[in-house]
Nanobody
Framework: QVQLEESGGGSVQAGDSLTLSCTAS??????????MAWFRQAPGKEREFVAA????????PISDSVKGRFTISKDKTKNTLILQMNDLKPENTAVYYC???????????????????WGQGTQVTVSS
């Protein structure tokens, strides 16, 4: 079992930055065994992919809508996944979720169905 806990959300102005963190716990967790990802769900919309970190290759696919502004990274010493969000826009307002799965293949990284562990989410609100 893996437990995920997000933190770092908040209310900011357009153009500001935020850093989201997701700390994983549970026996056997490591970034070499578990892929991790960020998804988000805006009000009235479906949950969508933001960025992921492959456990196999270390590759970091990212949504075109945030490319160049958001960066996914990890702190292995703290079992923490990080999402650095710069130049935030009102359309980035959403609940951001951390997800994880063992053994996920590259082609599944962008899909919710590939993940079986989820955090509770953290709210990000960007005002204009």
């Amino acid at each position: 079992q893996v437990q995920l806990e997000e933190s770092g959300g908040g209310s900011v102005q357009a153009g500001d930055s935020l850093t989201l963190s997701c700390t994983a716990s549970g026996s056997g967790f490591s970034f070499t065994r578990y892929a991790m990802a960020w998804f988000r769900q805006a009000p009235g919309k479906e949950r969508e992919f933001v960025a992921a970190l492959s456990q196999r290759t270390g590759s970091r696919p990212i949504s075109d809508s945030v490319k160049g502004r958001f960066t996914i990274s990890k702190d292995k010493t703290k079992n923490t996944l990080i999402l650095q969000m710069n130049d935030l826009k009102p359309e980035n307002t959403a609940v951001y979720y951390c997800a994880s799965a063992a053994g996920i293949i590259m082609t599944q990284l962008r899909f919710q169905s590939g993940y079986n562990y989820w955090g509770q989410g953290t709210q990000v609100t960007v005002s204009s």
